[in-house]
């Protein structure tokens, strides 16, 4: 079963500077997923940070990133449903 961490996502998706993590979430209804999109930049002093906004280029790369995210959030819940342990970590 997967287990959560608040602190760790139960997967990331990269594409250079764009991410999406997924979180899973204990809730009384049992874990549900949500998926976080970002995108990280350094400024002028050279520290990183992460913005939800995207360029136009960034665009396409972000709903491919995206799309990975659902079809792994639809494995993770089938994960839980047949009692699967090995891909949900």
């Not at 136009?56 to 659902?70: Q, S």
Request: proline share 2%; net charge positive.
């Amino acid at each position: 079963m997967t287990t959560t961490n608040p602190n760790k996502p139960a997967a990331v998706f990269r594409d250079g500077a764009i991410k999406v993590n997924i979180w899973a979430n204990e809730t009384d209804k049992g874990i549900r997923y949500s998926a976080e999109l970002s995108r990280s930049y350094t400024d002028q002093q050279g520290q990183w940070h992460d913005t939800k906004y995207l360029s136009n280029g960034e665009l396409l790369r972000a709903a491919n990133l995206l799309v990975k995210a659902y079809n792994r959030q639809l494995q993770l819940k089938a994960e839980l449903k047949s009692g699967d342990t090995a891909g949900a970590k």
